[in-house]
């Protein structure tokens, strides 16, 4: 177990982390993704972990030790950063050699295991390259066998796919998640995207001005958003209140039956939880504002009721149409903690 309380870092006066706390179990090859907007303070919480960055309050401990008096190189972590920081002028074998070496590793030792971890990141073959010479994803895996080859207790990765383009992004993002099972390393994996979170962890953390807000399994975070904050940072673009009573779900936009008890509720909803449909006698109607054809349906922003949402469509509309619509109850996302307005 990984144990953050209270854990507060700043630079110079100004604090990065205030008062965060998170406990993150690291049996097995759990990966936990630490999700949050550009500079909320991600890349200063894994410098902190991995023992980069001085704590100015609180503790880290890790399985019931604080690491505080362990240095650097005696926390047995494993960090990739988001540009992976090889050794440009040396072989692929000398990079992901190089924690064994540090560590005085018999040379037969360091061979194999340096062997054994070019096979699982697929660069078999590859070792007498120059870092220099590789692709970034082809460096982004010789960073990855590096960090994982001294066998390290938690592996921590910054960003690692966001320096590649969006095709290797996702490939690269299975692969890592099949490495990281394969050699049963606890890891956490830093990203602003929620479906790269989504894809690659079991558990997401939900991080803003230097605290962790939620904590969850995706499917709880998608349906279940704490703040509108973080209900706007996973896709909803609007924010609804509504009120539930004998499982019908009431709100300026329709009713839907959803499973919940009665009293007020809060909506988070992504274009997904809104379906365009023809305009009929009970149906919500909205008019469209803006049409786009995505690869995966038609988009429509719709002005209704005072305020603009975003829906999908399976049928061709018109800019400045009005057209009916639905909420889908198994997409919507009840905001916990609820407050009253539309917007
Ligand atoms: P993220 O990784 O989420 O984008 P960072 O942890 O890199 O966020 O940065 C959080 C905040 O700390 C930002 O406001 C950033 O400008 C500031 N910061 C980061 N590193 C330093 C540093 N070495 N010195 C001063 N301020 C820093
Ligand atoms: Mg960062």
């Known amino acids: 177990m990984l144990e953050l309380s209270s854990v507060t870092v700043g630079y110079r006066s100004e604090m990065v982390l205030t008062d965060l706390d998170l406990a993150i179990g690291t049996s097995g090859a759990a990966i936990t993704a630490l999700l949050g907007p550009s500079g909320c303070g991600k890349s200063t919480l894994i410098r902190a972990i991995a023992g980069l960055e001085p704590l ?10 604080d690491l505080a008096p362990v240095p650097v190189h005696r926390r047995d ?14 072989t692929v074998t000398d990079n992901v050699a190089y924690g064994l070496r540090v560590r005085r590793r018999p040379k ?9 971890l070019l096979e699982l990141v697929d660069l078999a073959g590859f070792g007498s390259r120059k870092a220099a010479e590789l692709s970034g994803g082809q460096q982004q895996r010789v960073a990855l066998a590096r960090a994982l080859a001294p066998r390290p207790r938690l592996l921590l990765l910054d960003e690692p796919l966001s320096a590649l383009d969006r095709q290797l992004r996702e ?10 099972a394969a050699t049963a390393t606890p890891t956490i994996v830093v990203t602003h995207d929620h479906t790269e979170a989504a894809m690659m962890a079991d558990r997401i953390a939900v991080m803003e001005a230097g605290r962790i807000i939620q904590y969850d399994v995706p499917e709880k975070l998608w349906r279940t958003p704490r703040t509108e904050s973080v209900a706007r940072f996973i896709g909803c673009t609007t924010i609804c209140d509504g ?5 019908v779900l009431d709100s300026s936009l329709g009713s839907v039956p959803i499973d919940l ?5 809060r909506l988070g909803l992504r274009p997904e939880a809104v379906m365009v449909g023809p305009v009929t006698g009970g149906r919500p109607v909205g008019r469209a504002v803006h049409v786009a054809s995505l690869p995966d349906g038609v988009r429509v922003r719709l002005s209704t009721a ?3 949402l975003d829906a999908v469509s399976d049928i061709r509309v018109e800019v400045g149409a009005d057209v009916g619509f639905t909420l889908d109850p198994n997409r919507i996302a009840i905001i916990t903690e609820a407050s009253i307005g539309c917007r």
Do not use: K, N, W, Y
């Open 306 to 308: 005072g305020l603009e």
């Open 56 to 65: 100015s309050g609180g503790a880290i401990s890790f399985d019931g030790e």
């Open 171 to 180: 490939r690269l993002a299975l692969q890592i998640t099949e490495v990281i």
């Open 108 to 116: 037969r030792e360091i061979a194999e295991r340096v062997g054994e």
């Open 261 to 265: 008890p009665d009293g007020p509720v």
């Open 243 to 247: 009120a539930v009573r004998g499982g």
């Open 77 to 90: 972590f494993g960090v990739v950063f988001q540009d992976g920081q090889l050794l440009p002028g040396r």
